[in-house]
Structures are given as C-alpha cells and as structure tokens.
C-alpha cells in the first residue's frame, strides 16, 4: 500500500504539464491582465529564486531568508506565479482549475515533506516548525539560530536549477503574449 501523500507527490509535476496546456488553451488574455499577471508572477518568481538560494537539500535545515518567515516559500513562490497566472489568463476556469490542482496537491504535498524533515532533523525541525508557520508568513521572523553558512548563494541557486522556473516564467509570458496576439 502506497505511504499518505505518495499519489501527490508523484503526481504533482506529472498532471502539472497537462493542467498547464489546458489553462494556456482556456487563456484569454488581454494586455492589461498580462501585464498585471506577470507582475503578481514575478513577486513568486523572486520568492522562488530567493529561497532556492538557501536550500541545501539533504545537507541542513534552512531556517535564514525566506524560511524564517515560512516553512513553505517555494510553494508560497509557487502559489504566487499560478496567481499571476491566473490573472494573466483572464479566466474564470483557468482560476478554478488552479486552485482544485493547488488544494488537490500542495497540502498533501507540505505535510508528506515536513514529516521527511522530522525524521531527518528531529528536535531541531521541531523547534523551528514550532516557530515558523507552515504557509503563511509572519510578518517578522521569530529569531531562530541558524547555521553560520545559512546566506544566499547564487551556486546553491544553480544547483537547485530554479533558473529552470525562471526560463518557464519567461515562455509563459510569451506563449500567452504570442496567444493574445493570435486573438487579434
């Protein structure tokens, strides 16, 4: 019998590229919506790359940058990039395909990795998780002890390739561009 959360984390990224071509086909952008989205994208994109640059898998627990404000800012990223995407869709079907795929996956998602870094940093995963909220950030980081090499890391961020998100980023904005284009 499969582990709680394994069908989501497998299938997450799987039914993500269909999910997306079927929000691209169902777009209707227009340039205000666009622009507005892809502003409301870049915001998630900057939260991404920030926190991808601090993220030493396997390696120790990220507590500085943007996970002293929430256990989660690559899914808070994330969730901020399919707003923006939403937006810049410019459709109410395109919302609530995002947001079933989003509430059908991510929690599922946090839960199943926040037991991985139980298992694997005990006390010292307890402690910061009693401190920092799974999602939504605090306003002001609680003052958590850190490791002395916990800085952003522009090799840590390549390593990572959330360089990957940003070029994604990128073609979105053009597919959908090149879409409001074809529209007339």
């Known amino acids: 019998m499969a582990a709680p959360g394994e069908f989501s984390t497998r299938w997450r990224v799987r039914l993500g590229y269909p999910v997306a071509l079927a929000c ?18 870049g915001i998630g994109l900057v939260l991404r790359g920030t926190a991808a640059g601090y993220l030493r898998k396997h390696e120790q627990l990220s507590t500085a940058g943007p996970y002293a404000y929430t256990r ?56 910061y998780a009693a401190r920092v909220p799974l999602f939504w950030p605090r306003p002001k980081p609680p003052g958590i002890r850190g490791q002395a090499n916990e800085r952003f890391s522009w090799a840590i961020y390549r390593r990572n390739r959330e360089y990957q998100v940003a070029l994604g980023f990128l073609a979105v904005i053009a597919l959908l561009w090149l879409k409001m284009g074809w529209r007339g």
């Open 72 to 127: 989660n800012p690559l899914y808070l990223g994330s969730a901020w990039l399919a707003a923006g995407f939403l937006v810049a869709c410019h459709s109410w079907i395109v919302a609530a395909i995002l947001a079933a795929y989003f509430a059908l996956f991510y929690p599922t998602v946090m839960r199943r990795e926040e037991q991985e870094l139980r298992a694997r940093y005990g006390e010292a995963f307890e402690d």
């Open 24 to 41: 691209f086909w169902l777009a209707r952008p227009a340039l205000k919506w666009l622009a507005v989205g892809a502003g409301i994208a």
